[in-house]
């Protein structure tokens, strides 16, 4: 049996539907295609139905045009006992050019689920190069991070 991929990209061409009011793809679009991304991978590597748990760290740092080739790289860098951490990237660009910008960046947690709802374990991800495990090392960091975001925000919830 051949091991799930840990990383998946899908491609596409940014649409009209897609544009904003000021003539660039919608951030909300944007969102939506690193959730199809995220998921994508996640159901991939786990086998199982997964849900998003949190999207954290979304940075937008360039305008995607509508007709530009998009390119979302969606990566495992960290499994725990049910959850997934993923690194999703957004390149773009004219599709007539082979040079594509990083416009978006973020990180997800998915959880595998069964069909009561109830999460089940994923296999476990070992990094098996330096950048791999940079990524771990960076997922790590993020975690302690969270907790540190969730206890300020538990009083507002």
Known sequence: MS????????????????????????GGSVMKWIDQAGFTCAANWSGQYCVTVYVGGIRFYKPIAIGDLVEISASIIYTGSSSMHISIHVYAGNPRQQEKIKTTHCIMVFAAIDEKGQT????????????????????????????????????YL
């Open 3 to 26: 091991r799930p991929q840990h990383t998946v990209t899908l491609r596409f061409l940014a649409e009209p539907s897609d544009v904003n009011f000021g003539g660039k793809v919608h």
């Open 120 to 155: 089940v374990s994923v296999p476990k991800w070992v990094p098996e190069t330096e950048d791999e495990t940079n990524m771990e090392q960076y997922a790590h960091r993020l975690m302690d991070l969270r907790k540190n975001i969730e206890d300020e925000m538990k009083q």
